[in-house]
C-alpha cells in the first residue's frame, strides 16, 4: 500500500528553527504537488506550503519570510523548512503527496510544539 513517511516534528522554543521532511513510498507514482497543511489549536486545516513537478514552490503569503519548501526528487522526498517559529505554529502539520496514480495520499501528521 502507498503511503508517505513524515518525519521531523518534536518541540522547539521560540524563535527556533525546524525541518519536516515526507518520504514517498515506492511505487507511489508521479507526483503532481506535494506539500504540507497544518492543524493549529481549534482551527480549521490551513495551507503551509507545497512544490510542483516544476520546482517551483508556493507559499500563502501569511506564511512567507519563515516557511520554505525544497524537494529532493532522486530521494522523492519533500522538506518544510521553518524558521523564527512562533507558538502560534504550534499544531499537526500534515503531509500530502498528490500522485497521477493514486490521488492524493495523506501522512498521519507530526506535531510541532513551540514553548520555552
Known amino acids: 500500500q502507498v503511503h508517505v513517511v513524515e518525519s521531523g516534528g518534536g518541540l522547539v522554543e521560540p524563535g527556533g528553527s525546524l525541518t519536516l521532511s515526507c518520504a514517498g513510498s515506492?511505487?507511489?507514482?508521479?507526483?503532481?504537488?506535494h506539500g504540507w497543511w497544518r492543524q493549529v489549536g481549534g482551527a480549521g486545516r490551513e495551507l503551509v506550503a507545497w512544490?510542483?513537478?516544476?520546482?517551483?514552490?508556493s507559499i500563502p503569503d501569511s506564511m512567507q519570510g519563515r516557511f520554505a519548501i525544497r524537494r529532493d526528487n532522486a530521494k522523492n522526498t519533500a522538506y518544510l523548512d521553518m524558521y523564527n517559529l512562533k507558538p502560534d505554529d504550534t499544531g499537526v502539520y500534515i503531509c500530502?503527496?498528490?500522485?497521477?496514480?493514486?490521488?492524493?495520499?495523506w501522512g498521519q501528521g507530526t506535531q510541532v510544539t513551540v514553548a520555552s
Open positions: 512544490i510542483a513537478p516544476s520546482g517551483v514552490p
Open positions: 515506492e511505487g507511489i507514482g508521479t507526483f503532481q504537488s
Open positions: 500530502y503527496y498528490d500522485s497521477n496514480t493514486y490521488g492524493r495520499i
